[in-house]
């Protein structure tokens, strides 16, 4: 299972796991990194979004102010909000500098879909935020956000998944976006159920053993047993 909370930390940073890479979520681009952080009692890693990467630096002490934690399969995941903080702090001395926790990044399960939601929303072409659905049937919308108004024939569609999936007698509530997903449907011959949702969560619902790569409580990867 997993539990969410928010935290102020102090810790050093001891590697980065990963270099910055752009992703797009929700429509939208933004920057992810991995870094490796200890104190005194132990290791975890921090998934450090957008310009939060900057501000940090191997080796130097920090207070994270406003991170979301994670406890997922006893493991301890770190990440950065919107509202994260990042300030220098002297220097953490006798740090638990355990570099293979760095190496347990991916956890996998095997079992079974017991109940999935598929969620359509339409992003704003200027802003990427979500437009309402009352908006959707008209030719023409004017962004909430932005107020750009534009043509909904340019909107863009995202699709994601959330998945309650039983692995042994455990069950996880699980988030599955639209490129994994896709692949998953393009190796079955399956995309055109991708236009109607309520079909697709009746396809993921049938499927029987499944293999899932997460990265805490997002998959990465999905596949028949």
């Not at 990194?33 to 002490?61: H, M, P, Q, R, Y």
């Amino acid at each position: 299972m997993i539990s969410i909370f928010k935290v102020t930390i102090n810790a050093k940073v001891i590697m980065f796991i990963e270099d910055a890479e752009e992703i797009e979520i929700y429509g939208k681009k933004t920057s992810k990194a991995e870094v490796l952080i200890a104190d005194s009692t132990k290791a975890c890693i921090l998934t450090v979004w957008g310009e939060n990467i900057k501000e940090i630096k191997v080796n130097e002490s920090y207070n994270f102010a406003n991170v979301s934690t994670r406890k997922f399969n006893e493991e301890i995941k770190v990440t950065t909000t919107p509202r994260t903080t990042i300030n220098n702090i002297a220097p953490l001395e006798n740090v638990v500098e355990d570099k293979s926790i760095s190496l347990k990044k991916f956890s996998e399960f095997v079992g079974l879909i017991l109940a999935v939601s598929i969620l359509v929303t339409k992003k704003c072409s200027c802003c990427f935020k979500t437009i309402p659905e009352t908006e959707i049937g008209k030719t023409i919308t004017k962004c909430i956000h932005c107020s750009m108004k534009q043509k909904t024939s340019s909107l863009s569609t995202t699709i994601q998944a959330r998945i309650n999936f039983q692995c042994e007698s455990t069950t996880t509530r699980l988030t599955l976006f639209e490129g994994p997903l896709k692949v998953f449907l393009t190796k079955r011959n399956q995309t055109q159920l991708l236009q109607t949702p309520e079909d697709l969560e009746d396809y993921l619902l049938s499927q029987q053993q499944l293999k899932l790569l997460c990265n805490n409580d997002v998959i990465q990867e999905i596949s028949p047993m």
